[in-house]
């Protein structure tokens, strides 16, 4: 279960819009269910955002190929035949979209009945995924703190459609962090969901302690950044100790400011 620590870090952020907490289950959670009409996988974490509700949704309340991406139902042959991506015009050819069905991130097929939503900052489970909208600077804290203690990269893996796969499906399965630019994704863009320019960062269950610890022992604002009179002094120290580290393989540090 997020601690409270954790869920206070969250609404620190200050975040454009709140973060939310995603639970993949096989029973259904005893909260209420989606009770809106069908819509695209995408469309269900802006509606946690905007509603502010905690709910589940079934194979019936998803209304793209979003079920496909859980492992709800296999993959339907014709847009899998490629032709929808063709027809969209994000592809050349069928064949072309075709080899995006080849290579997409799926969930164990029908070990995946439902998905629980809730604002982050209320959630009382151990979220399978938190879901981050942001601009910056909220965008860059999150993105550091994915990797200030581990050190991993920064990887972003998309397509042109079907972005769900990638920031569902692809976190849980590679334990990754992955994120995205609003405006480049294809239902996300024709659905209005977002403005463009924003960072879509999905952060899996395996990361987030790292991620939590990170957040509470790390700097938001970095040193270099800092225009106060004692962080520069500090950052003067620092790098001064850079030429008397060099100078012991002598060598230069030729780093600046």
């Known amino acids: 279960m997020m601690r409270e620590k954790d869920r206070e870090l969250i609404k620190k952020l200050d975040l454009p819009y709140p973060a939310v907490a995603i639970k993949l289950r096989f029973e259904p959670p005893g909260v209420p269910r989606y009770d809106g009409p069908p819509i695209a996988l995408c469309q269900f974490v802006k509606y946690t955002q905007d509603t502010g509700k905690h709910f589940y949704i079934g194979i019936e309340d998803e209304a793209c190929v979003g079920k496909m991406v ?15 991506g063709y027809d969209f015009g994000c ?3 069928p064949v072309a979209a075709q080899q995006l069905y080849q290579r997409l991130p799926i969930l164990e097929p029908h070990t995946v009945n439902y998905v629980e939503y809730c ?3 209320e959630c009382n489970f151990d979220p399978d995924l938190l879901y981050f909208v942001a601009d910056f600077p909220q965008a860059d804290i999150i993105m550091r703190a994915t990797s200030y203690i581990s050190g991993d990269l920064w990887e972003s893996v998309s397509s042109p459609i079907i972005s769900c796969a990638w920031m569902i499906a692809h976190p849980i399965i590679s334990g990754k962090v992955n994120h995205i630019t609003t405006g480049f994704y294809h239902g996300l863009k024709r659905r209005k969901a977002y403005p463009q320019g924003l960072r879509m960062i999905s952060v899996p269950f395996r990361k987030l302690p790292e991620f939590f610890q990170a957040l509470e022992e790390m700097d938001w604002e970095l040193i270099a950044f800092r225009d106060d009179e004692d962080s520069k002094a500090e950052l003067k120290r620092r790098m001064d100790h850079w030429q008397e580290l060099a100078e012991i393989t002598g060598t230069r540090c030729d780093l600046k400011a």
Request: aromatic residues 4%.
């Open 70 to 84: 859980l492992g709800m139902e296999g993959k339907p042959p014709v847009t899998a035949s490629g032709q929808a």
């Open 91 to 93: 592809y050349k050819a």
């Open 119 to 121: 604002p982050a900052a």
